[in-house]
């Protein structure tokens, strides 16, 4: 007997007959004598059809009001999964954000979690009911409604998991675990059976979709155990937990890759002080997250510095820089879209030195030419030509020896 | 400057363009310094859209979980709604039901309103905002959502002008007032100026189906005054309001007629006291909604009793009746779907005699036969049959005068 919390996301309950599925693994928990929260979002396709309804009226929406309409994507489902639960003959009472007081701060439409009563889900979950909540979704405390960004209903379930101290999060999606890479780059790709939360974060953040980053922070904060599985089969998943010392053993855990980012050259800056905080300043005045940053002094005692935005905001990003860079009395400034990120990420590497050299050496060895380089404790990343990726993915799974547990 | 309560219905909001049609009346009341609260039901279709995505689950869903469910179609309106009034640069907040406390009793999916705070709607009006409000549902003293039952967005703009004590009610829909009787098969129908809350009801009741019932109650208890107009041009409409002098000398107001019911005669019973409290219990028991009765007593000491249900009942109806009739030893119960109701109505009758007998005579003039005739205050209704339904009402319309002022 165990206080399970369930996600399920669009795909897992895109049609009332996906629903009955997802009804139907939840039966088997609280027949088993489990306590059972499931948190679920909006039908697949509904969020997209919300918003282009809004559209018709303004691209520019107030975001308070859409709030107001996203949130009724994730009330529909909730109801429909309750519905066909009691059909079942299963208990089941269903909450919005609202109703059971997922408080936020007032960000509309990127809200962030401060707090969950647990009061009316601990009470149903007494009374023997399965409790199906609404994810993606909290109010103000003044009682304003609002959603957590795309993906936000990841984080919903864990802030639940964590306020009602549960036993385990389990995170259903449409693949069935965290794989060693991208399977479909690379049919070497293994599925791992744990994950430190910390090598997950690294690995989402450059391109494994499978969590979204702020749930997987939630976790780590308030040490919930996730079981990341798919809702279509009964395969055991990957667990993303606390890092311990099976964990360190493995010295890469995954390999990672990006091709959403752009890079952006300013060439021939004469070096003093300051130049970095001016360029990064404009940036970040315009909301634009930069990712590889590299400055280096060139002949003649020039500077260059190169970093990584991402491809939709490269246009608004050269519009910042351009005036920017002359202003600094810079010779150039250049941008290339035809680039990809590749990352090894393991916890293991901190103890492990050589992991940066085997990366290089095996990407020369098959001639592909490194752009830009970063690390960090727990991950190696490179700044490839995008024709690579596939090959540098490859190459670099079999480096590690990733094939092999 | 006025407050004032508008209220449309999901053919007036059944598209964006259509909301924006809304949005531009509103415009004109916030702009001449009204203070205005807008409550809308869903876009026309998505109420019967949700049920059906239901209804593939099961045929009797949960009631509770149906609230949850229908109520996320006036929350899309509310939203729509505000971000249309916001981009044309109105300030505009939109409230759920449960946002403003429209409290109701728990009976799902017909839930009646008990209280509607104020203090929120107040404040925002205070600040200049247009008021934007989800009708059609509520929220019980627990916290869950419950809906009023088909057309309770009247319901739910009515009680918020009473508890607001705004200066005017106005229904839009895609009718431009009440008529002396339905256009479409007299087309001398005449629209009223102004018609008291009792003849409202009594129309209302009898198959003009403006307004839902419950509001005109509602209406009537707090003196709200109700402005019926249409959505889709600026014809003046027609006001429902506290009886006045003027009126009572209209002797009949309109003429409305009603092809829903069904007839049921319970023939032959042996006379004595209890019959009837036997034959109306047991109908009771089934909720079945009795109309006309009448009894009487035939040859040879026996009595006979019919009665009219709405058609769709008329089979439960005779389940319950003929179990029912054979212990009271009747000889015959028959039932008859070719029936329709016709009534004259209008304060004004309450002073003067000879109502009734000018009805009989014009329907005897046409060779109408009247198969049962019902009377209150302020009504005389009688059934006929149902192919004489346009002939009666054109020529009670003739007898009455109704198509002068």
Redesign the interface.
């Known amino acids: 007997m165990a206080l399970v919390v369930q996600k399920y996301g669009g795909t897992s309950v895109g049609d009332?007959e996906r629903?009955?599925n997802v009804a139907r693994r939840v039966a088997t928990y609280h027949a088993r004598g489990d306590k059972v929260v499931v948190v679920v979002s909006a039908m697949s396709g509904q969020t997209d059809s919300?918003i282009k309804?809004?559209h018709?009226?303004?691209n520019?929406?107030?975001e308070?009001?859409?709030d107001?309409?996203m949130?009724?994507g994730e009330?529909?489902t909730?109801?429909?999964l309750?519905?066909?639960l009691?059909?079942m003959g299963i208990p089941a009472?269903?909450f919005?954000g609202?109703?059971i007081k997922v408080v936020t701060d007032s960000s509309h439409m990127k809200a962030r979690i401060s707090d969950v009563e647990t009061t009316?889900v601990m009470k149903a979950l007494d009374e023997g009911k399965v409790v199906v909540v609404a994810g993606f979704q909290g109010v103000t405390a003044e009682?304003d409604?609002t959603t957590l960004g795309r993906g936000g209903s990841d984080t919903s379930a864990v802030a639940v998991a964590a306020a009602l101290k549960a036993d385990v999060c389990e995170i259903y999606t449409d693949v069935d675990g965290v794989y060693t890479t991208d399977p479909n780059l690379c049919d070497k790709a293994r599925k791992l059976k744990k994950i430190s939360y910390d090598e997950m974060l690294e690995l989402a953040s450059v391109g494994a979709k499978v969590l979204q980053i702020r749930s997987v922070e939630f976790a780590k904060k308030y040490k919930v155990p996730v079981l990341v599985r798919s809702s279509f089969n009964y395969n055991e998943g990957t667990w993303v937990v606390e890092e311990d010392n099976s964990m360190e053993q493995v010295i890469v855990a995954g390999i990672a890759y990006d091709r959403n980012e752009s890079k952006v050259s300013v060439k021939g800056v004469p070096d003093r002080p300051g130049i970095a905080a001016r360029v990064f300043g404009a940036l970040a005045e315009e909301n634009i997250v930069v990712d590889v940053i590299v400055q280096d002094i060139g002949e003649g005692g020039k500077a260059s510095i190169t970093f990584t935005v991402p491809k939709t905001d490269l246009p608004k990003a050269l519009d910042v820089i351009k005036p920017c860079a002359k202003e600094l009395g810079a010779e150039e400034v250049a941008s290339d879209t035809n680039i990809a990120k590749v990352s090894v990420v393991g916890v293991g590497m901190r103890s492990h030195a050589g992991v940066a050299s085997k990366m290089f050496n095996a990407l020369a060895a098959e001639g592909v030419n490194i752009l830009m380089i970063a690390t960090s404790e727990i991950k190696v990343s490179c700044v490839i030509e995008a024709k690579y990726t596939e090959l540098a993915v490859r190459v670099l799974h079999d480096a590690f020896g990733l094939d092999k547990e």
């Open positions: 009332t629903i009955a919300l309804l809004a018709q009226i303004t520019r929406p107030d308070r009001e859409m107001v309409l949130s009724t009330q529909v909730i109801a429909l309750s519905i066909t009691r059909h009472v269903s919005t609202a109703q009316r009682g409604i």
